[in-house]
């Protein structure tokens, strides 16, 4: 099951320029690539003489940053502090032309960072500075008060949660409430620690492990993932459920009664380099499609293309309607 060329690219059209609110953890990922030719004599590890640095949006700013290179307009919602990682992390947002007065400055949470350290093109080594921990109320009001000023532009809204503290049982609370008031579709890429937080979530992307821990059954094999999505579906009261598969592709499941079984959706990568942030790719253009009014089946397969792009990209990476529309050109020249 999957797309045409002529099909997503009338799909990408429609995605243009619609509005979608985002709200979860940001994050500033840094990247140092280097050479490695020796082990350090301190210990039995291998140095790395750093040649390159970069700097890319992380987590739910990832997530934007899909958004806007698909097409789509991202209302980003989130905290950050006024310290160099948050100042980079606005610069790059300018440079994408992503608004940032939806933001909220937390001055009691320092801005997330990872560090991936790149040796010989492999990953060796990644650094997490962050607080976990709730947001203290004051930001969570604010939060919720930006929320709502996107929700009245947005046709759709982005959960992503990374269990950083900005996704609260007061900030899904309201969610629920404005969603519902204001007729907006949300889509949930879940953390299972949190799972009560996403009780009456129309629509959530997790990942086969994903959907093991937030069903407790096991999901390796397609007979498994039958059971645990409708089990995962059943519980949260989910209207449909995306997950994805690694090299296997993607299952969608919908509470259609006629049709009980998942739609399984064949892989579109043809070489996977780092799936780094593709979660963020996957939810990002589905979101967008489902914004856009499209079929749910139909949003799915965008979303597996838009992630055979990424996939094939060292490190957090997004996919343009060019790249996308060329993947099924090369696709089918196969």
Not at 31 to 51: H, K, N, Q, T
Not at 176 to 204: F, T
Not at 232 to 260: P, W
């Amino acid at each position: 099951m999957r797309l045409d060329r002529s099909q997503a690219e009338g799909l990408l059209a429609k995605v243009k320029g619609r509005q979608v609110a985002v709200l979860g953890d940001l994050m500033l990922d840094e990247y140092l690539f280097g050479d490695v030719d020796r082990i350090s004599p301190e210990a039995p590890v291998p140095i790395v003489r750093v040649v390159r640095e970069r700097a890319v949006l992380g987590g739910a700013a990832n997530v934007a940053a899909n958004l806007k290179s698909i097409g789509a307009e991202p209302l980003l919602v989130g905290t950050l502090q006024q310290d160099i990682a948050g100042n980079r992390m606005q610069a790059l947002l300018r440079g994408l032309e992503i608004r940032a007065d939806r933001l909220v400055i937390d001055p009691t949470r320092p801005t997330i960072i990872k560090t991936r350290v790149i040796g010989q093109q492999q990953q060796m080594l990644r650094i997490d500075r962050e607080e976990q921990g709730a947001c203290r109320p004051a930001a969570v009001e604010e939060l919720c008060q930006r929320l709502a000023q996107a929700l009245e532009q947005a046709c759709a809204l982005i959960i992503s949660d990374y269990a950083k503290g900005t996704v609260s049982e007061p900030v899904m609370d309201r969610v629920r409430d404005l969603c519902r008031a204001r007729g907006v579709p949300w889509v949930v890429d879940p953390k299972p620690g949190h799972i009560k937080l996403y009780v009456g979530a129309p629509l959530m992307t997790p990942n086969t492990k994903e959907l093991g821990e937030l069903s407790g059954l096991p999901a390796k094999g397609d007979a498994e993932l039958a059971v645990a999505g409708q089990a995962l579906m059943e519980r949260l009261g989910l209207q449909g459920l995306l997950v994805t598969r690694s090299e296997k592709g993607m299952a969608l499941f919908t509470s259609d009664a006629r049709h009980r079984a998942p739609w399984l959706i064949p892989t579109e990568a043809r070489e996977v380099f780092d799936v780094s942030g593709a979660g963020d790719t996957v939810i990002a253009a589905f979101s967008a499609a489902v914004a856009a009014g499209a079929d749910w089946k139909d949003a799915a397969m965008l979303a597996n293309a838009a992630a055979g792009v990424v996939v094939g990209k060292m490190g957090t990476a997004t996919a343009t309607p060019e790249e996308i529309l060329r993947h099924y050109q090369d696709q089918e020249a196969v």
